[in-house]
């Protein structure tokens, strides 16, 4: 049949664009990580990934290091050593731009055909100073007195305000290609999003079609109606089974261990768990209509416990997964619209399969059924 062969295609399709298609230019890391106020020229050096940062002139680039949308300061004297290294000057105001010993910053890199790289919370600037009391006029221009925790000298500055909004990040070079985004900590293993997440989708949809079969056999006695929600229940544990693998793959790879105990593996793993027991209560009768009769309730009832155990119980608890908390739906920071041009089709190659499957092993059990004797 023709879904048969648009199976075959779409994961074919998922398999080659998530393998082939590049990851957008990054920032891995900068050199140093820590920073004190009033320090200057302070030099620091960014270390690019998938960046070719010698396909432009210095002057053409531009780095930040940004607090917010309208508090940043811009690199000086930039250098660039080679393709995924450079190093710039940064001349830091003697007050942060908020109240506190210290700040995180962000890390802005835009390159005329790179792009725009981000690297969030990648330095921290510490307060160098403590602020005296109030601000004086010092010829006309506004200026704040300092007292060095060190020296116990006063020194006189600008007002931060006026630094850190000198050189807001603008006029940013957004380049559109075929590309999936950079996301530090997970690197090349983002692409593991169109085979793990799809298998889980898969689960949904096989479960949701057995939970119907088993209803449909309570009300009709009909021997086929139990054969397909059995059929569809194996190719489900069979997608809970390959997305917990693949997913263990990718914790080992990104969290450095393939087994944390988080609360979404341990609820996975209790989900899968609740299925087997299904086949286990079926075994155990010798009957086989009493058994499919009784299995095909507990099978209403494993279904109804898959929303708190993999949606609900997870969003509870702190979690090592993205999107642990607010909307379980992806967003722009999840999925950008490259990547769901691989995963949508993914999910869609991954359900007929598991369609397909289902119809095979529904076969199977129709001819054991006919050679045994059983309805």
């Known amino acids: 049949m023709w879904w048969k062969a648009l199976s075959v295609l779409l994961i074919i399709y998922a398999v080659v664009a998530g393998m082939l298609v590049p990851l957008k230019p990054g920032i891995i890391y900068l050199t140093p990580e820590t920073a004190k106020t009033g320090k200057g020229p302070l030099r620091f050096q960014f270390h690019g990934y998938n960046s070719y940062y010698t396909k432009a002139e210095s002057k053409a ?10 508090q940043a300061i811009l690199g000086q004297e930039l250098t660039i050593l080679n393709d995924t290294t450079l190093e710039a000057s940064f001349y830091t105001p003697s007050m942060l731009p908020r109240e506190s010993p210290s700040v995180m910053l962000n890390a802005i890199i835009d390159h005329p055909s790179d792009g725009v790289s981000l690297l969030p919370s990648a330095v921290e600037l510490r307060a160098d100073t403590a602020m005296f009391t109030t601000p004086v006029l010092d010829g006309g221009i506004d200026t704040m007195a300092f007292m060095d925790a060190v020296t116990g000298e006063y020194v006189f500055s600008r007002l931060s305000a006026k630094d850190w909004r000198q050189n807001p990040v603008e006029n940013l070079h957004i380049v559109k290609d075929i590309s999936f985004p950079y996301r530090n900590v997970i690197y090349e293993s983002i692409r593991n999003t169109y085979y793990h997440v799809p298998m889980w989708f898969a689960l949904m949809f096989m479960f949701l079609a057995s939970v119907v079969y088993s209803v449909k056999y309570l009300r009709s006695q009909d021997g086929d109606d139990d054969r397909k929600a059995v059929a569809f229940t194996e190719a489900g544990l069979l997608f809970g089974i390959m997305g917990l693998v693949t997913g263990m793959l ?50 209403i009832f494993a279904f109804a416990s898959l929303i708190p155990l993999l949606y609900i119980v997870p969003r509870m608890f702190a979690s090592l997964h993205p999107g642990a908390t607010g909307s379980p739906a992806f967003g722009s920071q999840d999925l950008d619209n490259t990547m769901r041009m691989v995963f949508y089709p993914s999910i869609i190659g991954f359900t007929l399969l598991g369609v397909w499957i289902a119809q095979l092993r529904y076969r199977y059990l129709k001819l054991r059924d006919k050679v045994l004797g059983i309805y």
């Open 61 to 70: 680039i531009r780095v930040w290091l940004q607090y917010d949308e309208t």
């Open 250 to 299: 990718w914790a080992h790879y990104a969290w450095g261990a393939a087994w944390s105990n988080d609360i979404k593996q341990l609820m996975t793993a209790v989900a899968l768990l609740i299925y087997l027991a299904y086949f286990i209560l079926r075994a155990s009768f010798d009957e086989p209509e009493k058994g499919a009769r009784l299995a095909a309730v507990y099978n």
